[in-house]
């Protein structure tokens, strides 16, 4: 998998936009981004993926750069469920697997 | 539409003894990948099964072995546990063996080893 780079921890307020970034400068062409987040003790949960134009969904929003060196998760209006790890990953094609880094803690706050 | 489900939710096993785990994918999904979790630490790839087989494995020991059915559903078999198998573990089904596929997790099952 390219390599990604998080933040280990963001604080959001509730209500507001939620902006976590991801660096993945190695990627390549055809490489898709996934966002996947984690809740305490429960399995991850699939957010959104993208190749190179933005994409959203009713979860989310995910940014991508014209480059496609980094790109932003937006949740549009953080509630304290989104309390929770967000993993940035970038597969390679022709790997099966998942590779989880530690991720961003995000925790929204009343 | 069901989601992935994995049983059981719990498990308490002593050192030596052998578990099984069990795993259905999502409705429509052909492809299973297995996933350990140890606390703090973000999932670490097992193996995935395609077509009955073994497709792709990571970096765990023979002691980790699997098994799927012709219904896609999956089995992972620990034999000889150790300590340090005490960890979550997150089944992932997706409509093919692909990285592009998306992988949608279950629940876990948390297996705690005396």
């Known amino acids: 998998d390219a390599k990604t780079t998080q933040p280990t921890s963001m604080d959001c307020a509730e209500g507001r936009a939620a902006n976590l970034p991801c660096n993945h400068s190695?990627?390549?062409?055809?490489?898709?981004v996934y966002w996947y987040r984690q809740i305490h003790s429960q399995g991850p949960q699939y957010i959104i993926h993208?190749?190179?134009n933005n994409e959203t969904n009713e979860m989310a929003s995910l940014i991508i750069t014209e480059d496609r060196k980094s790109s932003t998760l937006i949740l549009p209006h953080a509630t304290l469920r989104d309390t929770a790890v967000y993993y940035c990953?970038?597969?390679?094609?022709?790997?099966?697997?998942?590779?989880f880094g530690k991720g961003t803690l995000l925790t929204v706050n009343p | 539409d069901a989601g992935v489900t994995q049983s059981p939710t719990h498990l308490i096993k002593t050192r030596g003894q052998q578990v099984t785990l069990r795993c259905s994918p999502k409705?429509?999904?052909?492809?299973v990948s297995w996933y350990q979790q140890a606390l703090g630490q973000g999932p670490q790839f097992i193996f995935q099964?395609?077509?009955?087989?073994?497709?792709q494995r990571g970096n765990f020991p023979d002691r980790f072995s699997g098994h799927q059915f012709p219904n896609y559903s999956s089995e992972l078999n620990v034999n000889a546990l150790l300590l340090g198998d005490s960890a979550l573990y997150l089944c992932?089904?997706?409509?093919?063996?692909?990285?592009?596929?998306?992988?949608?997790f279950g629940p876990g099952t948390r297996l705690t080893v005396l």
């Open positions: 409705s429509g999904h052909d492809t």
């Open positions: 990953i970038a597969p390679r094609g022709s790997n099966y697997k998942l590779t």
């Open positions: 099964y395609y077509e009955e087989e073994e497709r």
């Open positions: 992932a089904s997706s409509l093919g063996p692909s990285s592009t596929d998306t992988q949608y």
């Open positions: 993208g190749l190179k």
């Open positions: 190695t990627i390549s062409g055809n490489e898709y």
